[in-house]
């Protein structure tokens, strides 16, 4: 079993900036692309983005290509999500999840999912 557990949510005011990060543990033996996904009120999860195991391809959505940056340091099993010109649709419940088992890219389903961290934008 693989545990995630995100960190960094908060409330911030558009235009800002914030930093999430999550943290892997557990049998994190093995190359596994880490990714980051959120849900808003009323709306169905979406991708955000995804970094593979050695960090040289990273994907984003539309919505956010740009502004956020994914990164990741495998000596502390660690995934970061920088955001920046942050704006209120970007508010949501951020989760970030790791995938060990698919050779595509990017990859079509993940494995392991965190609780999830809240990020509200204000106006």
């Known amino acids: 079993q693989v545990q995630l557990v995100e960190s960094g949510g908060g409330l911030v005011q558009a235009g800002g900036s914030l930093r999430l990060s999550c943290a892997a543990s557990g049998r994190t033996n093995g190359r596994f692309a880490m990714g980051w996904f959120r849900q808003a009120p009323g709306k169905e999860r979406e991708f955000v983005a995804v970094?593979?195991?050695?960090?040289?391809?990273?994907y984003y959505a539309d919505s956010v290509k740009g502004r956020f940056t994914i990164s990741r340091d495998n000596a502390k099993n660690t995934v970061n999500l920088q955001m920046s010109s942050l704006k209120p649709e970007d508010t949501a419940v951020y989760y970030c999840a790791a995938d060990f088992t698919t050779s595509r890219w990017p990859p079509p389903q993940y494995d392991y999912w965190g609780q999830g961290t809240q990020v509200t934008v204000s106006s």
């Open positions: 970094i593979s195991w050695g960090g040289y391809s990273t």
